[in-house]
């Protein structure tokens, strides 16, 4: 493997630097009031620089969002492929939750949040894509609980998924609005435990 450049090793803390400032100054003064100048102007660098390694504002609380797309890839490769889609469902929601709590938090799923709210972002974006990763491993598991009747085939799949994403998605804004009492991966394993039941042919 080659060793990067020093030129490369200065873009990659450039854009370190731009993530972490950015980052700082959504979560003090929030998304929608921080601009790309100011960014710039904490960093110390020309707004040339900034839109060389992030086309937006967006796309940086953006990157560090990616990486959890990332990090379902390889949940999945761990979860039995014999166990009933249900239990996928669960196991790969509960190693989300973990992440969250532990790896992102509360501060940036927050800015994530309220950016996604705001009319600067696309109504198309990245949080709802159907090219996340998240998506195409739900959508696999609800096609084989219908495949396999555990599932109710009166609903489609895209409406099935649009359901268990709505699980996660209430649960992380109630953990955000709570205290730290509130444990996000159990409280998000009984909602969604609770919704599956509604969608298998028998409930049991």
Request: charged share 25%; glycine share 4%.
């Amino acid at each position: 493997m080659n060793s990067l450049t020093s030129r490369q090793k200065k873009a990659l803390e450039t854009r370190e630097k731009l993530l972490k400032a950015s980052l700082d100054l959504f979560n003090k003064h929030g998304f929608e009031h921080v601009s790309v100048e100011q960014i710039t102007k904490a960093c110390n660098v020309s707004k040339g620089t900034f839109y060389t390694h992030f086309p937006s504002k967006y796309d940086v609380i953006l990157e560090k969002f990616k990486e959890l797309d990332s990090f379902y890839g390889s949940v999945e490769k761990n979860i039995d492929r014999t166990l009933p889609a249900s239990e996928k469902i669960l196991l790969l929601y509960q190693e989300q939750m973990k992440y969250l709590t532990n790896i992102v938090g509360k501060d940036l799923l927050r800015t994530v949040y309220t950016a996604a709210m705001t009319n600067q972002v696309e109504q198309d974006h990245y949080l709802i894509n159907p090219q996340r990763m998240i998506f195409q491993i739900m959508n696999s598991y609800i096609e084989e609980g219908i495949q396999l009747g555990e599932f109710r085939h009166d609903i489609e799949v895209n409406q099935i998924q649009a359901i268990i994403q709505r699980c996660m998605r209430a649960n992380v804004y109630d953990w955000l609005i709570h205290n730290e009492n509130f444990n996000l991966a159990a409280e998000m394993a009984q909602f969604t435990a609770i919704v599956l039941d509604g969608l298998k042919v028998e409930n049991k």
